[in-house]
């Protein structure tokens, strides 16, 4: 996929890690967290993510402005989300962030942590919506619109790194 890009492009210069997969388990019922689960969300939202960046890296290295956006969740930050294995991957995306932002500059590593987002993934997450409406201080779910917005607002400012830019109408305020 890297190769592909810069064979098209001749070069990278950003790169957005947005790949991301959950189920819905309740946090208590450990059973359920299946080995299979586990293995699948980690590999998704936590390998996929590391391999991607590091062979990315290399060419970001050589641009004048390099630049990687995770897009991980609130998840990652509180204890909350669809399951435990999802909280956990999200968390580590953002502590890779940090350790990425520390130690790659001057390539510029943030990240984008939404909270539930209106997608065709969650339209049937109807008792997650109505409760994110009721309890956040601007009282509905981030939108796609939301998260790109906050994504673009890393990539033009030219001095951040190694921040966790939560997106979530207030809901870490109150949960």
Same mark, same amino acid.
């Given at each position: 996929?890297?190769? +592909?890009?810069?064979?098209?492009?001749? %070069?990278?210069?950003?790169?957005?890690?947005?790949?991301?997969?959950?189920?819905?388990?309740?946090?208590?019922?450990?059973?359920?967290?299946?080995?299979?689960?586990?293995?699948?969300?980690?590999?998704?939202?936590?390998?996929?993510?590391?391999?991607?960046? *590091?062979?990315?890296?290399?060419?970001?290295? *050589?641009?004048?402005?390099?630049?990687?956006?995770?897009?991980?969740?609130?998840? %990652?930050?509180?204890?909350?989300?669809?399951?435990?294995?999802? +909280?956990?991957? *999200?968390?580590?995306?953002?502590?890779?962030?940090?350790?990425?932002?520390?130690?790659?500059?001057?390539?510029?590593?943030?990240?984008?942590?939404? %909270?539930?987002?209106?997608?065709?993934?969650?339209?049937?997450? *109807?008792?997650?919506?109505?409760?994110?409406?009721?309890?956040?201080?601007?009282?509905?779910?981030?939108?796609?619109?939301?998260?790109?917005?906050?994504?673009?607002?890393?990539?033009?400012?030219?001095?951040?790194?190694?921040?966790?830019?939560?997106?979530?109408?207030?809901?870490?305020?109150?949960?």
């Amino acid at each position: 996929l890297i190769e +592909a890009t810069i064979k098209s492009l001749g %070069g990278l210069d950003i790169l957005i890690n947005n790949a991301g997969w959950t189920t819905l388990v309740r946090h208590d019922d450990l059973e359920a967290l299946t080995d299979e689960i586990f293995a699948k969300t980690f590999e998704v939202n936590v390998f996929g993510t590391w391999w991607l960046t *590091k062979a990315a890296m290399p060419h970001l290295r *050589k641009s004048t402005d390099g630049n990687v956006i995770n897009i991980t969740s609130v998840a %990652g930050v509180r204890p909350v989300g669809s399951s435990v294995a999802y +909280a956990m991957s *999200k968390a580590a995306l953002n502590h890779m962030t940090l350790l990425l932002a520390k130690s790659c500059g001057p390539v510029r590593v943030n990240a984008v942590a939404p %909270g539930l987002v209106e997608t065709p993934w969650t339209k049937d997450w *109807k008792i997650q919506h109505e409760n994110v409406a009721l309890i956040a201080p601007l009282k509905r779910s981030a939108t796609p619109d939301d998260c790109a917005e906050a994504t673009i607002s890393l990539l033009r400012n030219r001095y951040a790194t190694g921040q966790i830019f939560v997106v979530d109408g207030g809901l870490t305020l109150v949960i």
